[in-house]
């Protein structure tokens, strides 16, 4: 069992950053052993795939939407995976999701994902 509590999240205006920080207590297996994830989803829309990471943080993917703009990593003994969002749009503007994946590799698929946290809101005005 993994509970996930995400964090900042906010408003910024186009151009700007935002960290995102996703803070994990696990039960039973340890927080290193999850593939990580972060997706988003604007109102009326699909919950869409942001970027992975592996257990080890040794292999990451984006989406092509956010790639060369948006870095996720991990401090596994932090039990904390990270997003930094740098080069905002007004596009970026959703709820932001982290989830933990106890399946091997990682995936985009939300369905691969086992664990969800509430989400953090992140607005970009132009």
């Known amino acids: 069992q993994v509970q996930l509590v995400e964090s900042g999240g906010g408003l910024v205006q186009a151009g700007g950053s935002l960290r995102l920080s996703c803070a994990a207590s696990a039960s039973g297996r340890t927080f290193s052993s999850y593939a990580m994830g972060w997706f988003r989803q604007a109102p009326g829309k699909e919950r869409d795939f942001v970027a992975t990471?592996?257990?080890?943080?040794?292999?990451?993917s984006y989406a092509d939407s956010v790639k060369g703009r948006f870095t996720i990593s991990r401090d596994n003994a932090k039990n904390t995976v990270y997003l930094q969002m740098n080069s905002l749009k007004p596009e970026d503007t959703a709820v932001y999701y982290c989830?933990?994946?106890?399946?091997?590799?990682?995936?985009?698929?939300?369905?691969?994902?086992?664990?969800w946290g509430q989400g953090t809101q992140v607005t970009v005005s132009s």
């Open positions: 990471i592996t257990w080890s943080g040794s292999t990451t």
């Open positions: 989830a933990a994946s106890s399946a091997v590799g990682i995936s985009t698929r939300p369905t691969r994902y086992d664990y």
